[in-house]
């Protein structure tokens, strides 16, 4: 289910939602997958494909899961207990926004 949540992101995506570049390093359980969004489109690749991506996610899958489809918004008790880890939150914000997720 995770996978496909992944392969569906480029059609998924609303263009003019980023103003710079990002890139993204999701690593939640097995899944594994760098994210490269732009202001015209978004390109998944499996593993990690970047040295340093501007944003890290480190999670469960079903935390992603539980963001993702049931629009939970991690708040500072989940990046605190380790739920979730981030080097770049506000970026996780925005990324949700690129596929019509508003934070």
């Known amino acids: 289910m ?5 392969d569906t992101l480029p059609e998924s995506f609303i263009a003019g939602n980023v103003a710079v570049p990002m890139s993204y390093y999701f690593s939640l359980g097995d899944l594994k997958k760098t994210v490269r969004i732009s202001g015209e ?3 998944v690749e499996t593993g990690r494909t970047l040295e340093n991506a501007d944003c890290v996610c480190k999670t469960s899958p079903e ?4 963001i993702w489809q049931e629009g939970y918004r991690p708040g500072m008790k ?3 207990s380790g739920a979730i880890k981030s080097n770049n939150p506000g ?3 925005g990324f949700l926004r690129c596929f019509g ?3």
């Open 63 to 66: 935390f992603f899961l539980k």
């Open 78 to 80: 989940d990046f605190l």
């Open 41 to 43: 489109g978004c390109i």
């Open 2 to 6: 995770l996978a496909e949540l992944f």
């Open 91 to 93: 970026a996780l914000q």
């Open 101 to 103: 997720k508003d934070a």
